[in-house]
């Protein structure tokens, strides 16, 4: 089972009901005391239980003024009804059938399991999944009805483990707390085959004891020596965290970056335990810079990385580097006039970081959350369609590890004047801390713009070079016309209203074409589905231009990067204070002028 999404309403600050899409994670920004750590324990008390493990009080936790309302929050979870999960959609299609007609109205899609979750009044848990439907009415029916509910609620209940994070605890608590029960139950699996060994010592003791007691006139007492709750793990107190820098100390002598970090990647292998034990996890982080050195913020993203592999994480953050390039897997938190917290999506990037970056001042390259590589593109179904081919590319014939790399990030910024008044603002300062590659269509309006920016900066005598600090997709044409003119035109005939010019010339071939901003989308779906239809990869030729060219212009802007820091480590510098020449280094021939996939 998967968790993708939780409805909150009355639950602290979260007065009307406020909707969190997880189901690819999610990070949450927005200015202090907005209400980020109620969505965290909001979704944590979702896992309560009917015991209410996390102890929910009507009197802290009920949306702040409100008297006779109730907290009510809805799970919304997924799974393979087919698969390992079949088990709990049997049990859920068995409850359905137990209620009258209407009952089977609720969902709309019936993958979906909706668990509704609301506190009484004496803050005590109510779990249901049919809550508008009628239930059976004689006694019988309604107590087989509550049980099986129940049932049904305990076992997708049972199936998640879910971590909370706070940012105030103590990395020594979260040890103790999180870490050390794993090291126990995996130390004590090696110790399984010497139980009977353990036991046999246990008893030669206390036999000494018994007769030592036997011969103190004693007789009828007896000693009698047993593991803890004869479990091994409770027979081992604990273990000593130890970290080598290269001097071995406790690791809570270190920094407390080093130890966030440490801490940090323990949490990748409690995941690894659980998952292995059937679990789903989910972990609730707040914060996770909070006591990071900068220099650290890479090591910190990547084990998030890999914790997301394998899990569900939702965290909240200030910094601009914990931020995704991919808009949809932010949401923004912030207070309403009536000091109640709503959450809000973004379109864009930039947008999703606009809070934070007017109430911090931060190093130009992690101001924009730039990693090692990254590519500017226009807007986000440029972003989507290169996301997209790089799926469809077998990476074993078109490798493009640049490309595909973890440290490479794409940020689109919500159309080419928004992406060219970036580049003409912080070009100059950019180009000289990380790897970057601009993308541009070929209509007008990108090469209006593109040509601009070239002017620009050659008055300033900075480079911006096509084929190395830019692309251009194809000329006189937008990023859809990297598909075959073929398929175009077919589109073209069958949803002629998507289109808002297009022409071809006397020789039958497309001349120009603007696609309605709201036919985008439906177009992007007609291609593909033309692509995954096609027998081979004929029609992605203009593509494999792109994505090659952009392969090589980041490796290219990653060699030179990489030999302007070795200049600077061997003169012992400790900043550049003069610009290399490009002529310095001569990477490639030289370079062309025309655009990548002009054909």
């Known amino acids: 089972m998967k968790l993708s999404g939780i409805r909150i309403r009355n639950y602290r600050t979260i007065a009307n009901e406020q909707m969190v899409d997880l189901s690819r994670g999610m990070t949450l920004v927005g200015p202090n005391n907005a209400g980020k750590t109620n969505i965290l324990t909001a979704i944590k008390m979702l896992f309560t239980g009917y015991e209410n493990v996390h102890a929910y009080s009507r009197e802290h936790d009920l949306t702040f003024g409100e008297r006779s309302g109730q907290t009510s929050l809805v799970g919304i979870f997924t799974g393979n009804k087919d698969g390992k999960d079949k088990a709990i959609y049997d049990l859920l299609a068995e409850l359905k059938g137990m209620l009258q007609a209407e009952g089977a109205a609720e969902y709309v899609n019936d993958n ?23 239930r059976p009415t004689d ?30 605890k103590s990395f ?11 090291i126990k139950k995996h130390v004590s699996k090696s110790l399984e085959n010497k139980v009977k060994e353990i036991e046999n010592s246990l008893a030669t003791t206390a036999s000494s004891l018994t007769s030592a007691l036997k011969d103190c006139g004693l007789p009828d007492i007896s000693v009698r020596f047993d593991m803890p709750n004869k479990a091994l793990t409770d027979l081992l107190s604990g273990f000593e965290f130890k970290l080598r820098d290269p001097n071995e100390t406790s690791v809570f002598k270190k920094g407390v970056g080093i130890q966030s970090t440490a801490i940090l990647s323990s949490f990748d292998w409690i995941t690894q335990q659980e998952v292995d034990g059937g679990l789903e996890v989910i972990w609730l982080i707040e914060e996770p810079e909070a006591f990071l050195h900068p220099t650290l ?76 590589l990254n590519v500017l593109l226009e807007g986000p179904s440029d972003r989507e369609y290169l996301e997209w ?21 794409y940020l689109d910024y919500g159309g080419v004047t928004h992406l060219a008044g970036f580049l003409r603002a912080t070009w100059e300062f950019i180009r000289n801390e990380t790897c970057v590659v601009s993308v541009f269509d070929g209509d007008p309006a990108g090469e209006k713009e593109r040509r601009n920016l070239q002017q620009y900066f050659g008055q300033k005598d900075i480079p911006f070079q096509p084929n190395d600090d830019f692309i251009s997709v194809r000329k006189g044409f937008p990023i859809e016309a990297l598909f075959p003119d073929s398929w175009i035109s077919e589109c073209k005939t069958a949803h002629s209203n998507w289109f808002s010019d297009f022409s071809v010339d006397v020789s039958g071939e497309l001349e120009a074409f603007e696609l309605k901003d709201g036919s985008k989308r439906s177009f992007a779906a007609f291609v593909k589905d033309m692509a995954s239809k096609a027998e081979d990869l004929g029609w992605a030729k203009r593509w494999i231009d792109v994505c090659t060219t952009l392969d090589n212009a980041l490796k290219n802007k990653k060699f030179k990067l990489s030999l302007t820091e070795k200049i600077v480590e061997n003169a012992g510098l400790t900043e550049i204070t003069e610009q290399l020449n490009e002529k310095d280094i001569d990477i490639d021939t030289a370079r062309n002028t025309e655009s990548v996939a002009a054909v």
Do not use: M, W
């Open 172 to 182: 020594e608590n979260i040890y103790q707390e999180l870490l050390t029960p794993f």
């Open 297 to 372: 913020n890479t090591v910190c993203k990547r084990l998030l990385a890999r914790l997301q592999s394998r899990s569900l994480v939702v965290i909240t953050t200030h910094s601009l580097s914990f931020v995704p390039q991919n808009p949809a897997l932010t949401a923004g938190v912030t207070r309403s006039d009536g000091n109640k917290s709503l959450i809000s999506k973004y379109k864009t990037y930039r947008e999703s970081t606009e809070a934070i970056r007017k109430s911090i001042g931060v190093k130009f390259s992690d101001f924009f959350n730039f990693g090692q």
């Open 389 to 409: 081919i790089l799926k469809t590319l077998d990476p074993a014939d078109y490798p493009l590890p640049n490309l595909r790399s973890s440290e490479c990030h």
């Open 112 to 134: 979906e399991i909706h668990l509704y979750l609301t506190f009484t009044t004496t803050s005590n848990p109510s779990y249901r999944f049919f809550p508008n439907s009628k």
């Open 139 to 168: 006694a019988s029916g309604k107590s087989a009805f509550s049980r099986k509910e129940r049932d049904l609620v305990q076992k997708l209940l049972a199936s998640f483990v879910c971590h909370y994070v706070p940012s105030n």
